[in-house]
DNA sequence: ATGGATGTATCGCTATTTTCGATAGGCGTT
DNA sequence: AACGCCTATCGAAAATAGCGATACATCCAT
């Protein structure tokens, strides 16, 4: 079917020959070949080169769709040769920076012939991908209980108030602020806390845009703790004072029937030494 | 990719060695060679049978395209042996019973070895498949002149009102008056003609329903004349007096690359021997 | 423990298929 | 008529697929 494609698209055995890597007789098979599995001509050979019948224009989608079905699948599951298997780590949005890069670090020290694949996306499609075995390890916020699905709580992430500029909560309202969407739960409680009225000019999905944000154009909002430690000691942000403090637990999902997997073990591991 | 689509869903080389009617050490080689090929692990040997890796459950789907599309290019395009070529003729939904039959009769005697596939479908999705060369030819209703597309006049339908009893149109509106969307046109004109108040309770987009409608509980209704011609001789059917005649003209779509193919000049001479 | 049942891997051999290289033949151009 | 540009075909060589037998691992019942 490659080979059909490259025929229909170049026009000729022989140009097709030469990108395929293949003698101009093997196009020349090949076509053959398909042609009597179809019992049906695909292709009309002509004096100066040659084109697709009505029957080979019919049959090219579907030629399109086969040969990019093994492509993605080549492209999403294929090894390196140096590898002997992939681990496919999800991770909730919000913590990708945060842990992921410390993690495949880890990883790549400590299993060295094993690829990984992360994985980021939020809580639910994370949760089906792990239920449909998509992925072997998932950090979630909001895990939903499941047969075959183990769930055990990672952190409890402290979400605090910063801002460039030293200040507390009293003196006001600054234009600066900027609500960094912690999820449902985390929404909950910043309504509650604060004022309906107020609402936001920006809101960010993703932490890392809404701390690079901040960090240029200044102004404040919550961030993760642990995320953020390194610039309250060097005093880039500033803790806001008497703001209040949420709390969001973490949790760590994973296949019932991997639990004494080595390489389950190893990941979870690597996991735990990044928290710590 | 077949067999491995048939080893996860019997979860055992042995079952699907047999209904693959091979050998398992068949089956086992052939999931070595796409496991060698993804340099990646995705089945799981078990004692009792076997399971998929997570890179086995993300390749599932990647090989149920794969499989699928070759499947439908199967069905969409293969021939029995005993055929040397297709024909696809495409004719507007309501023609279908009354040209297509006569005109597969006549294909079938004068070019034994050459399939047929009729399509049915409105002027519009036609003349695009047309215009792709997914058809070789087409009857059309509204042709839309384009480069490499010859068309023209086929004939000229006359559309009559007849009712299954003998009445004319000044006898007032009747109840069992079924109206057929025979397209733009004619209900513009069918507009013109008849009070726009006057909307019938009955209307049908394909003729045939709408004649077997009115012919099994009685009623009136616009149709082609040479269609009902017989029924109105055996006085099944009968000419509403005075009702107002329309007409559409019907074309001919083809390639003009295809003009004097062989086969396109055997269907236009059959088409042209029904018409006559 | 032991033997049997069940399940997959591997090996040697054969048949089939694929590919190549060379050659033949069709068609249009010069 | 010769040449260039196509594709088809043929025989030989290489690669591959499939089979059958056997090996090997594990589970289960005795």
Chains 1, 2 share one sequence.
Request: charged fraction near 20%; charge should be neutral.
């Amino acid at each position: 079917m490659r080979t059909f494609l490259e025929v229909s698209s170049s026009g000729s055995f022989q140009a097709s020959a030469e990108k395929l890597h293949v003698t101009q007789s093997t196009v020349s098979a090949r076509i053959k070949a398909l042609e009597e599995q179809l019992n049906q001509a695909l292709i009309i050979r002509k004096r100066n080169g040659c084109e697709l019948t009505t029957a080979g224009r019919l049959f090219h989608k579907h030629a399109v769709a086969a040969v990019q079905a093994w492509e993605r699948a080549r492209q999403e599951i294929a090894l390196p040769d140096d590898m002997t298997g992939v681990f496919s780590f999800g991770i909730q949005m919000n913590h990708w920076d945060y842990i992921a890069p410390k993690w495949l670090d880890i990883m790549w020290k400590t299993e060295p012939s094993i690829a990984t694949r992360v994985i980021s996306d939020y809580s639910d499609p994370l949760m089906v991908q792990l239920r449909d075995g998509h992925i072997d390890m998932a950090i979630l916020y909001r895990p939903i209980h499941q047969p075959n699905i183990h769930i055990e709580q990672l952190l409890d992430d402290k979400l605090i108030l910063v801002s460039t500029e030293p200040r507390t909560l009293e003196m006001g309202r600054v234009d600066g602020y900027v609500f960094v969407d912690w999820g449902d739960e985390f929404r909950a409680q910043h309504n509650l806390a604060f004022p309906k009225a107020y609402i936001p000019k920006i809101s960010f999905g993703a932490a890392t845009i809404a701390l690079n944000h901040i960090l240029k154009n200044g102004g404040s909002g919550y961030f993760i703790e642990g995320f953020i430690k390194h610039f309250l000691e060097d005093e880039t942000l500033f803790l806001v004072g008497n703001s209040p403090t949420f709390h969001r637990p973490t949790y760590l999902g994973y296949p019932t029937t991997a639990i004494d997997s080595r390489l389950h073990k190893a990941a979870i591991r690597a996991l735990r030494k990044i928290i710590n």
